[in-house]
Structures are given as structure tokens and as C-alpha cells.
């Protein structure tokens, strides 16, 4: 099937619509085989949020730094309070910590560093002055102290060398300035990829409310956006697109009536179409090519068609190049009403979320830019029954960090 | 025993330690009494991105501004189309359309309004010219137009003064460009609750990590985050803070150790602790109190302990007031290892998601940093089975969004 389409994207499809369609698989294995990882670059860990790491970070320093107490005591040697109990005290020699001997105790605060040759604290409810003067006394202890007992290690919590986070890692918005704390100046991360939209707006002249909604998700997504309404002829618009991006997404006109002369432009432009007619639902009419460098997605015009077509193919394409990862986990919620589908035909269904229920919402041309999320109906799948368990894919995590 | 820690709160732990602790309820509905929904505030929609809407967004126009042909075809009246069939065309008048009479059709463009009369699009394909001209010539119907056929009515996407966006939403990336596209120049939003954190450093000198953590947080729950290392007097420095904050979150010296003076420096200051010592691990030895019209939270310095104590109770009082919902859905996700819990209290355990498995992460100093979020244990329960299904609160949503 994919095939035929294939060998059909050189022909012109208006006023005669989809002898065949690619099945989705074969829409996402050609993405899959252009969508490279894109070069790495280096910047200032300041403006680094939501980056991709192309490389690890290394903790740049010990910390701590030496070993150090973590509790108010005295600094001892583990070994000299053996066998220590409240019946049979040891008696140790309080010094200032100038030196630590055999038998030697060194008051110490919590976080300051271990005198070399002791390896514990000794907490002060496990000794006893025997003559109330804190320095230079004696000291009976009368509990044993483990070796390494309230003593922060050096490199406990971070070692030079040693991984602090990951490659492939987004950066979360508290992570420029925690890697800022421990002394990186610089990260390597992914180029972001550069994504052209060139949106149609409404034949009626109504204002493009698509454009807009197209480049949020694009930044969610880790590419960089950039829009453009056609205004002029659309052969030079896509070329003007292309020249500057990694990808061109243009949505409207994709579609074979008379007036969709996004495929014609896209080869008089000189690119290629590999595949025209996907099947997808909403999104049929979306054709995928390459002019110069950049990868172009044309999407239908229409925003439930637009924005499925966008979700299933052109995030994906977004995501790889960027090295933004696959989440690893979908929340399931029982769905409100049961769904229809048809055999043979990926399906997006756009829901919205309510008291832990999704509610699949009428296709209507504005709902997927109110909706918290969509539902995926495999080609396998005739649809699903109301109540039961799915997976729901929200568009925008925002508000949507937890609490119990 | 929240009477009980109530009662406790105006004397010095210090050294002596907590003799009862308040319930984690109590401490809840405490928050819950004192943090309001801060006031609306107008500001331009251009900065409106995750802030949350004080009141509803109600269309501001009619959109389509008019009935709109959704397809290229004949403009009709439905009536004159009835029992049309390829068998007994009907035949109509093609017009201009300056006026439409009865027997009329149009020759309309998708996205043109319709003219007076007409009620339904008849596509090319469902009429055949006699003569072969478009205008004015005679046309023959050969399939019946339902009322409203191909026909975007006006006001059908959005209405002039109905409801475009609820109350309470907190605005996505997207919807300050789709509102303005709109033509709504302002939005009514809640005003962000400013939280002044102040951090103490550890005693070793190293840099300060949790200050960094915290803000992130903050700007997570909708609040407005600034941010001071204790360097002074602490009693002065609570004021500071106090002064100019709906919150202040002092994050140190909240335990019963002999350095421990946030609690004093609380009372000293003039302000009062309500509760101190909760039945929460990490995080018991937090404190809840008032100086002038700001919230106190006294939280650990240890990071388990305070990031604890913020998820529990400070993230609750920040999105309380600036009204930022709770989340409809928490992903349950099965872990790798069991957790252990004592009865009686509310426990916090830091998970690491890989491969849609939760692993519970050693409380070390540094590991709620990385952690990918937590799940809690109630106070009712010892703990969760490993493989057993649990709900994951997640830290941070970025790189969540999903795809199938």
C-alpha cells in the first residue's frame, strides 16, 4: 500500500482524490528514516531549560569536598571506642583537633571537615565529660561509634568525573541553575531543530487561529518555530520556507479539490513527494517530502485534520531530530462515551478531561484547540466502549503536575 | 495530636525534641483555612501563558462572522432541491446572486457568505449546466441539498459573549497567541501568590542546591519565587521576607538541634508558629506559622527533607492561592521494589521512572534533586508490595508530553 502511494506521489491528485493510501506505519518508517539526531552545540547553562543533553554532565567537583561531620560531636576513631557501653566507659583525650592521636576526641560541628585519622562522630549524648570543661579533658564514652558514623564522605553526593545527568536527558527548569550551583558554565545539547510553518488562514478571512496553536506545540515538542501567512505565490513561499529550516510543515491545500496546489507547488519548487494520502483520520490528505535540505510535511488546512496530521507525524519528526525522548508513561482513563472506528484506518479522537474521565469530542473545527488531549485508535481496532481504560495523550502538561 | 502540637508550638524544641506531632490532616486543613484565592488582576494576554483565568473568556465576536459556504458549489435554497435525483433533475436559474429568489442557485466559493435565502451548498458534482455556461444559464439538480448542507454557520465556532474558555484554566503556551488572534487584548487572571524562600547554605560551604530546586517548583505551582541566602541576623531576615510575600518558605534550622533558631527567630520576630513537628517522613520537623499577613512555612534544611515538606504542604498552599487546580490524573505506574512505611505517618518516597517502572531512590541528600517524582505512602498503610501499582506524583512534566 505504501508502495502504491509511493508511485503515485509524482501524480496530481485534484479533482481525483487517493487511488491509495500509505498506511500510517509506512508514513512514520519514512519520518523515521530522515529524521536524523541533529548536531550538538554548546551554550551557556543559563539558557539551557528544556535542552536536550547531547553529552553528560560530570560533576565538576567532590562534593564534599573532604569528609565532613553530619552531626555536632566529637570527631573520633571508631576503632578507639570499642567495646564502649554506658557500664564500662573509655576514657578519650579531648584535644583542639591540631592533631588526632590514638585515644584523641576533637569537638566538631556538623559540616565542618574530619581531622584526618578520625572516621566518626560521636554524637554528645554518647559521651560524658568527666570534668565540664569541653577542651582539653577527659571524656568517657559510653556508646561504640560505627566507623563512617555521621561522616559525610567525600564524593558522597557528587564525584569529579562521575555522572551527575545523563545524555538524552530534557532539562527540567530547575536544572540550569542546580548545574549553575555546582560550577558548569556550559552544556552541550542538541541543535534545536528549525521548523517553518506556513499556514493558510481561513478562506472566510477570519483570523488563523492554527498558526498560533502550531507553534506552542512546536516548542513543546523541542523545535524552534517560525510562521509565515501565505500571502504571495506559494511555489516561492515554500522554497523561501526550506532554505532557512529542518523541516516545513505547511498546512492547507494539501487535499485534491480543485484549489489544493500544495503538492503542485511543492514540485515546481523542484522538491519531492514521497508519500500523498495517509491513512490517518483526521489527516488523510497529508503528503510528506523533501525540498533541499528540509523535510516537508504538507497538512490539511482544516484544524481537527491539521492538528492529528501534526501529533501523529510532523511532532515525531520534531521530537527525533531534537533527541527529545519518548515518555515513558501514558495515563489510562476510562472514556465517557464509546468510539467508532474503522478497520484498516489509524484514528485520533480528541478528548477532553474532566474528573479523571475522558469525553471524546465532536470533530468540530475548533474542538482540538480547546482539547486536553487525544486518543489513538490502532488500524487493528474498531474503536473502543464506553468505560473502558485508554490511553490519553494530553496535549499540554501544563497544570498538570500532581498533587496528591 | 494536632491539639496537642498546637499547644506545644509557643516552646523551645530545641534540644528536647517533638513530644507529639500534629497529624499530616491537620497540618492539610490548617493550609487549607489560611490560603485564599488571591485577587484578579488584569494584565495584557501576551503575558497570560500558564497564568490562571480569574473569570471566563467570552467570544468576542461571532465566528464565521456570517453563514459561509464550507465547500465550492451552488449556493440554494434546500426547498427547491427537493426530490431532485439523477432520474428527474430538478432545474434552477444561476444567478449572480445580488439576489436570490425562489429557483435561484449561486455560484459560491468555500469560505464566501451565502446569500440571502439560501440555506445549503449543492457541490458541482450534484448539478449539470444545460448550456455550458456558469452564469446565468440553467442548471439541472440531479441530488437533493439537505438544509445546512455545506454550510458554516455563523457563530458556529464561536459566539459573540459565550464562554471560550472556562474559569480556573491555567492558560496552555498556545492560548495567549489563539486569544489574540481572537481580538481579546486582556485577560482577567489570578494574582500570583510571591514566595520569598530563604535558604541556608550547608554548613561545608558548598554551593547551595536546594535554593535553585525550590524556585523551579515554585514557578511550577503558579507561584512567584524570590529567593535570599541567609547571611544576617535571622530574625530580621523572616521580617524581610515576610514583608513583602504572601508566603515566606525558610528552608534550615526547623528541627530541635541546639543551633536550630527558626522557630525562635519566628517568635522573636513577632510571628506565631501554629504547628511544628508533623507526622510526615521526610519533613516531620516542619513548622506552620504566621508573621504579618504571610504565611510562615519552616521547612528542613536536608533536601529529602524540605522537597518533602514543599510537595506535601508548600506546593498545596501556593496553588491554593493562585488557584491553580488540582490534576485530574495521576499515572499509576508499577514499582521495582517495595516500600516500607511505619503506620501513623504520611511517607514520601522519591522514585526514578525507566522503562514504565518506578524505582524508590535511597534518601541521600542529593537524590531528590534527580528524582522523576514520588508516590505516598498514607498514614494508614506500611507500605506497597513490589510489581503492586502505585500512583507517581512526577517533580516536572517537561519531556511528558506524549506520544503514542
Keep these: 500500500m505504501a508502495d502504491g502511494a509511493a508511485a503515485r506521489s509524482d501524480e496530481d491528485v485534484r479533482l481525483f482524490g487517493f487511488a491509495t493510501r500509505a498506511t500510517f506505519a509506512a508514513a512514520l518508517s519514512w519520518i523515521g528514516d530522515r529524521a536524523k539526531l541533529l548536531a550538538p552545540e554548546t551554550i551557556p547553562v543559563c539558557c539551557a531549560a528544556h535542552r536536550v543533553l547531547a553529552a553528560p554532565i560530570l560533576g565538576p567537583i567532590d562534593r564534599p569536598d573532604a ?109 540550569p ?121 504538507l497538512l490539511p488546512g482544516d484544524p481537527p485534520s491539521c492538528l492529528a496530521a501534526y501529533e501523529m507525524l510532523a511532532a515525531r519528526a520534531i521530537r527525533r531530530s531534537g533527541g527529545v525522548a519518548e515518555p515513558d508513561l501514558v495515563p489510562m482513563v476510562p472514556l465517557d462515551r464509546k468510539i467508532v472506528s474503522a478497520i484498516g484506518v489509524v484514528e485520533l479522537v480528541f478528548v477532553r478531561l474532566r474528573d479523571r474521565r475522558a469525553t471524546p469530542l465532536a470533530a468540530d473545527s475548533l474542538a482540538p484547540l480547546h482539547a486536553d488531549g487525544y486518543v489513538v485508535v490502532p488500524e487493528t481496532s474498531e474503536g473502543f466502549a464506553a468505560g473502558s481504560l485508554v490511553p490519553v495523550y494530553p496535549f499540554d502538561t501544563a497544570g498538570w503536575t500532581t498533587l496528591p
Tied chains: 1, 2.
Design 177 to 297: 541553575a542546580f548545574l549553575a550551583a555546582l560550577g558548569v558554565p556550559e552544556v552541550d545539547v542538541v541543535r534545536r531543530p528549525t521548523v517553518a510553518v506556513v499556514t493558510i488562514g481561513p478562506k472566510s478571512g477570519d483570523a488563523d487561529l492554527l498558526g498560533p496553536t502550531l507553534l506552542a506545540r512546536i516548542g513543546r515538542d523541542g523545535g524552534c518555530g517560525t510562521r509565515a501567512s501565505i500571502r504571495g505565490e506559494l511555489q516561492a513561499m515554500l522554497a523561501d520556507a526550506a532554505a532557512g529550516a529542518d523541516l516545513v510543515i505547511m498546512a492547507g491545500r494539501s487535499g485534491c479539490g480543485a484549489d489544493d496546489d500544495a503538492a503542485p507547488a511543492l514540485r515546481a519548487a523542484g522538491g519531492t513527494l514521497a508519500l500523498h494520502g495517509i491513512a490517518l483520520q483526521p489527516g488523510e490528505s497529508t503528503g510528506l517530502g523533501q525540498l533541499g535540505r528540509a523535510m516537508v510535511l
Design 67 to 175: 569528609d565532613r561531620a553530619a552531626r555536632d560531636g566529637y570527631a573520633v576513631r571508631a576503632a578507639d571506642t570499642e567495646a564502649a557501653d554506658s557500664y564500662t566507659p573509655l576514657l578519650l583525650r579531648v584535644t583542639d583537633g591540631s592533631a588526632s592521636q590514638l585515644g584523641d576526641a576533637t569537638i566538631i560541628a556538623s559540616g565542618a571537615a574530619m581531622p584526618a585519622g578520625t572516621d566518626a562522630v560521636l554524637p554528645f549524648e554518647m559521651a560524658v565529660h568527666q570534668n565540664g570543661a569541653q577542651q582539653d579533658g577527659a571524656l568517657a564514652v559510653t556508646a561504640q561509634a560505627a566507623p563512617g558514623a555521621w561522616v559525610r564522605r567525600r564524593g558522597s553526593e557528587i564525584q569529579a568525573g562521575r555522572e551527575v545527568l545523563a545524555a538524552g536527558r530534557r532539562l527540567r527548569t530547575g536544572d
